[in-house]
């Protein structure tokens, strides 16, 4: 994938803050990429105008319009096919995938998630380390491969758990991380710096064409 750039569909039900990174990052010319869709289930979420905004297209939709999770995923991969989409990046995107969507993108579908796997998993991860008791977590990013934040890991990065640390407080420093090493990423994986081999992940220190 270093030919042109990146063609990436975001994947988001909220806010949008790591779809605006990305968007920023591109802008700034830090990211040799372009957001080319934007999946949302929930269509009067921020991310939605967040990207109409930016001029990116929107697949939105309701889950409980369809008769299963493979229903509208396979509608999904139709607007993936036609917007050419290279990448799927996952930014809080609260919908359980299928296999429908990840076996035809397995190796192009990323997710960020706030600590440091496979510690916390799933939902509540600010809440979980707190109740641990452990002084740090972090930021990880890693593929997808349909199991719940197993995937295998590209890049981590920690974020310390301070005294009185609430949720609140932690994940605002764990998201502040996830908008710097998301966009981070994404170009090493324009680049073409990104290997898969099974389940472990190489990053190489350069461009392949440069070494």
């Not at 192009?108 to 809440?127: C, D, K, Q, T, Y």
Request: hydrophobic share 45%; with cysteine; aromatic share 6%.
């Amino acid at each position: 994938m270093t030919k042109g750039k990146l063609r990436l569909a975001v994947f988001a039900s909220g806010s949008g803050s790591n779809f605006q990174a990305i968007a920023d990052a591109i802008a700034a010319e830090k990211l040799d990429a372009t957001i080319e869709l934007l999946v949302c289930d929930k269509p009067k979420a921020p991310v939605v105008e967040r990207a109409h905004r930016a001029g990116v297209a929107v697949f939105a939709f309701e889950a409980k319009t369809y008769p299963s999770r493979e229903a509208y995923e396979r509608e999904i991969l139709d607007a993936l096919a036609e917007s050419r989409v290279d990448v799927i990046v996952l930014a809080g995107y609260m919908r359980i995938l299928t296999s429908t969507l990840v076996e035809p993108y397995y190796g192009r579908m990323i997710n960020v998630h706030p600590s440091l796997l496979p510690a916390f998993p799933g939902i509540r991860a600010m809440e979980q380390a707190l109740d641990a008791g452990v002084k740090v977590t972090g930021v990880t990013v890693h593929f997808v491969d349909g199991g719940m934040d197993t995937g295998p890991i590209i890049a981590q990065r920690p974020v310390p758990i301070l005294e009185g640390d609430t949720a609140a407080s932690l994940a605002g420093r764990v998201q502040l991380v996830e908008h710097e090493l998301y966009p981070q990423v994404i170009q090493w994986i324009a680049e073409g710096r990104v290997r898969l081999d099974g389940r472990k992940v190489c990053v190489l220190s350069a461009r392949p064409e440069l070494q």
